[in-house]
């Protein structure tokens, strides 16, 4: 056989070797720059995802009705070591863009004596936040960039991506049925971020690649929010342990977060609320943060 007869005969195979190895190579390179995040854990047969999106819809637009106040205590539990204690106070409203929360966390266990720190927080698709420490007179506040969202809030477990929980906006989302959460039928989504979190890991932990909710059937509340990594590992689990009713609506009053790296564990609960106050709107100025807060009307007040 001549030369040229062999070129005729192999040249088709090199092309679908060419196009094999090129389509090969592709692959590869998208999975290399695919963000690695955790598959989905069905409950059961597949559910109707329509149906999942139009629950989680429903659920963003829950909240607080009206302006409120709400005292509480954060109890700090390390794996080792002393527990320590911290009061709050949270002053909440809703804003055209989303939920407005002024937050106050005062360390009373602080070595240097009480140390307040204050917090700003927008909700919404577009989030800002903003801190001032009580010890910083005739300064202003200063924003929170993204890798302040996972820092502690006071040496604690909690952080302001959990008060903020930017992930029930993420667009990127499976409905995984309905599981049973604490004794309660939940709906449960894996949410994704829109894209990889770039929040370099602090003592809080890492970003999460996916965060996975349980909403409440019933009661359309969150009752569990797991943090995972892209190996679908908890990184974090915060766990509503109790609701209160109060006047017609129910509010979250007590919570855990649990730290999975560390061990350690935070526990929030509600000690006082007010709800249906008339909050002035200066009260979520950034630049009037460290002005003093309106006064809680004592008629309003329910203790727990």
Do not use: C
Request: aromatic share 8%.
């Amino acid at each position: 056989m001549s030369p040229r007869s062999l070129n005729f005969l192999l040249n088709p195979v090199r092309r679908v070797l060419f196009f094999a190895a090129a389509a090969g190579a592709a692959s590869f390179a998208a999975a290399q720059s695919a963000p690695a995040r955790p598959a989905p854990k069905f409950l059961g047969s597949q559910p109707d995802q329509t149906e999942g999106a139009k629950i989680l819809a429903g659920f963003r637009n829950v909240g607080i009705q009206g302006d409120y106040w709400l005292k509480f205590d954060l109890r700090v539990m390390p794996r080792k070591g002393d527990e320590r204690r911290l009061e709050g106070e949270m002053f909440g409203a809703q804003g055209p863009d989303g939920p407005l929360t002024k937050l106050l966390v005062d360390d009373l266990g602080n070595k240097g004596g009480s140390h307040l720190q204050l917090y700003l927080l927008k909700g919404g698709r577009n989030q800002e936040a903003w801190e001032w420490n009580h010890g910083q007179r005739g300064i202003t506040p200063s924003r929170v960039e993204d890798d302040g969202l996972l820092a502690s809030v006071q040496g604690t477990d909690l952080t302001l991506f959990d008060l903020q929980m930017p992930f029930l906006h993420w667009t990127d989302f499976i409905y995984e049925g309905v599981a049973n959460v604490r004794g309660r039928p939940a709906h449960a989504f894996l949410l994704y971020p829109p894209t990889p979190l770039e929040i370099p890991a602090n003592e809080n932990g890492t970003p999460p690649a996916a965060v996975r909710v349980f909403l409440d059937t019933q009661f359309s509340a969150m009752t569990q929010a797991e943090w995972l990594d892209a190996a679908g590992k908890p990184l974090k689990t915060i766990t509503v342990l109790d609701l209160k009713k109060t006047g017609e609506q129910w509010i979250v009053k007590s919570i855990d977060l649990r730290n999975h790296r560390t061990r350690a564990k935070t526990r929030f609960a509600l000690t006082a609320a007010a709800l249906g106050l008339s909050l002035p709107p200066e009260t979520f100025d950034p630049q009037r943060i460290s002005h003093p807060n309106p006064p809680v009307p004592a008629d309003k007040v329910e203790r727990f």
